[in-house]
């Protein structure tokens, strides 16, 4: 514990808000400019960032000793259902950070003009 907060709590949260940032930024070479493109670039980047979540808590699962006859002992429905749900639940962090990358990708556009 260093001052508090648990190591385990900041590295996962830290890790979750550069996806934030790092997804739209690389989505921005595959989509073409245009205010169209930069919202689909949104609602693309919200749903990677939901699967990555997904995967991202999965392995944090799987890291504390859960192993996966656990997690899938409900069946795949529930296993989806409680980590989409933390998925969700970690938008709060990665959330705004995705927003503000997004809202920065028009000062690199070169053809379209915001």
Known sequence: ?????????ILPALVLTAMGWAVPRLLFHVFPEGVKPLILLALCSTLVMLALG??????????QGINWAALMQDGWGAFLLHFLRLGLISSLLWGP???????SLPKRWKEEVW
């Open 1 to 9: 514990m260093v001052g508090g907060v648990s190591l385990e709590l």
């Open 97 to 103: 950070i995705m927003l503000l990358a997004v809202a």
């Open 54 to 63: 997904i995967v991202f808590f999965t392995v944090l699962y799987l890291a």
